[in-house]
């Protein structure tokens, strides 16, 4: 018996020591897999960090810039009203201006519209109510050869400026219209003194 019984501990010791080998090989490899695992999350982590870093700052940078945006629409609104303002003052003065400077301006932008043949000039009741003695001579000195202008009786419904009627055709010289006619060259140039 005693061989027999050597036998069984000779198989109980080589079986406990592959068990203890296999249980050994098994947590390594455990081990390993647990390593592997805490690297490919670290590396994860990593990963959605920086996915996370980038998206937050895309999202930083499309709000600086379109708070950038925002902000130079604002600035560009301010400067939009600024020269309105400034426009409609002028227009304001141009009206305001003394009889003799007023006239003088009718004189000035007849010259530059009087076409050839004879025209009409219709004149606000305000303007009628002021005209100087001479204005009729006045206002045909300097012009083209075979312009001729005369003023009209009756009020037209304008407050400044004139209108020049020759037949069909009407050639609107009121401040407004003229100021109409040339505000983005008005706005370009009010820009560039303002704001230069």
């Known amino acids: 018996m005693a061989g027999l019984e050597k036998i069984i501990e000779r198989i109980a010791s080589d079986s406990a020591a592959k068990c203890d080998g296999i249980i050994f090989d098994a947590q390594n490899e455990a081990q390993k897999i647990k390593d592997a695992a805490a690297q490919q999350s670290s590396d994860n982590q990593a990963a959605i960090v920086e996915a996370a870093n980038k998206e937050a700052k895309a999202i930083v940078d499309m709000a600086e810039s379109g708070a950038e945006l925002e902000g130079k629409k604002e600035l560009l609104a301010t400067r939009v009203e600024i ?3 400034a426009i409609d003052v002028a227009s304001k003065k141009l009206g305001d201006m003394p009889d003799d400077e007023y006239f003088a301006a009718l004189y000035a932008l007849a010259k530059k519209y009087a076409q050839s043949g004879e025209g009409t ?13 001479d204005f009729d001579k006045k206002i045909n000195e300097g012009l083209a ?8 009786k009756d009020p037209a419904n304008i407050s ?14 009121t401040f407004d219209a003229l100021i109409e006619d040339s505000r983005d060259a008005i706005k370009d140039e009010l820009f560039s003194i303002i704001f230069a």
């Open 83 to 85: 020269i309105n303002k």
């Open 121 to 133: 000039m219709l004149l606000s009741k305000k303007d009628l109510g002021r005209l100087p003695k």
């Open 145 to 152: 050869k075979g312009a001729k202008i005369s003023v009209a």
């Open 160 to 173: 400044d400026g004139f209108i020049l009627v020759y037949g069909d055709v009407e050639i609107n010289c």
